[in-house]
């Protein structure tokens, strides 16, 4: 039987103590309510279907996301950018401040639209929540909350992963400029600089030259191994000539056979940084040396780091077979290796002869 007792406050607070439940206890302002709480309670008690929400309802999605962010994130390939997003969620008081508990699908909805509504990609909105997913999966699975993962709930985003953005000659030619002289003295980084033409060479990911160690470096043989890639799998990539001449440097053949550490000695947001920045200053440079009615439409535009590697992936393609291609790229599949494909007409043109 529950207790029912009127707390000083002039609350009511009910009781629950039954043989192979958790202790429960609630308070409301008005009497009935609290009965209506006691004798529902009681009941699912006694149908064996009562679940214990006394956890989710008092802890924080914030409280919960610092506890992903210690606990889980350091374990994923993208550590990093997951701790910018989880971060952003915890600032963001309006879905932060809710409990595992009140955060309803509808607040996951609501928060997918205002995401949309900032103009953000199908694929962020979805890279977004799937933190909160995941976060709730956690939650339930490996912490006992009993919880309910809202953006199970929802429709997500449509996202459209095909792109067909180049890097003309032009664009590449001002892109290097703006990345050599950036106007930024002592801040200047060159090793952006070579990250930028290295990976146009090789095709690799954005995270994937920050794994690079001097040891992993076959100069002689023009092969660099990456040990951890997104799929998991090790892989060998050749060097191009030009690949070698950006790792080597100044640096004497002798020096590089016992060279130790990192390769690219600098930070994936330092990259991140440095290429936002040289984009808009190559932009600039541009329309300073164009007059307007001889711009090209679309200059730069929308140009992103990771459309680095489309390009060179196209470039690549010209001199690799399909299969071979694969093993450079790390691709695993050629369905996903044709988004990153992309000639152009008159080129195909060219070869049709």
């Not at 508990?101 to 997918?112: M, V």
């Not at 001097?214 to 799929?231: E, F, H, I, Q, S």
């Not at 440097?249 to 940084?273: C, E, H, M, P």
């Not at 164009?290 to 990771?306: K, P, Q, S």
């Amino acid at each position: 039987m529950a207790t029912i007792r009127q707390v000083p406050s002039g609350y009511w607070q009910g009781i629950i103590r039954k043989i192979g439940y958790p202790y429960q206890s609630k308070t409301f302002q008005l009497k009935r309510d609290c009965e209506n709480w006691a004798t529902d309670t009681e009941a699912k008690m006694n149908r064996g279907t009562f679940s214990d929400m006394s956890e989710a309802e008092s802890l924080t999605l914030a409280k919960g996301l610092e506890k992903y962010l210690k606990e889980i994130t350091p374990h994923k390939k993208g550590a990093y950018q997951d701790a910018n997003r989880i971060n952003k969620l915890i600032a963001y008081t309006k879905i932060s401040s809710k409990t595992f508990a009140t955060f309803k699908s509808f607040d996951c909805a609501k928060y997918r639209d205002e995401m949309a509504e900032r103009g953000l990609s199908a694929s962020t909105i979805n890279k977004e929540l799937s933190v909160i997913s995941h976060l709730f999966e956690v939650a339930l699975k490996d912490w006992g909350i009993n919880c309910i993962n809202p953006v199970k709930q929802i429709a997500k985003p449509k996202v459209e992963n095909s792109r067909e953005r180049r890097l003309s000659a032009l664009e590449e030619e001002y892109l290097i400029r703006a990345l050599v002289d950036n106007s930024a003295g002592a801040r200047s980084n060159k090793v952006v600089i070579d990250i930028v033409l290295f990976a146009l060479e090789t095709g690799m990911r954005k995270s994937e030259p920050f794994k690079l160690s001097w040891p992993d470096v076959d100069m002689k043989g023009r092969v660099a191994y990456l040990r951890d890639t997104k799929n998991g799998k090790p892989r060998a990539v050749p060097l191009s000539t030009k690949a070698v001449k950006i790792l080597k440097g100044d640096i004497d053949d002798n020096d590089v056979k016992i060279k130790r550490g990192k390769v690219f000695n600098t930070t994936y947001s330092a990259l991140t940084q440095s290429f936002r920045r040289a984009v808009a200053r190559a932009i600039r440079l541009y329309e300073k040396d164009t007059v307007a009615d001889m711009r090209t439409e679309g200059f730069l535009d929308d140009f992103t780091y990771h459309d680095l590697r489309h390009e060179a992936t196209t470039r690549l393609a010209d001199k690799l077979q399909m299969h071979e291609l694969m093993k450079v790229t790390g691709h695993s599949d050629a369905r996903m290796l044709a988004r990153y494909y992309h000639p152009k007409p008159e080129d195909l043109a060219l070869k049709l002869g």
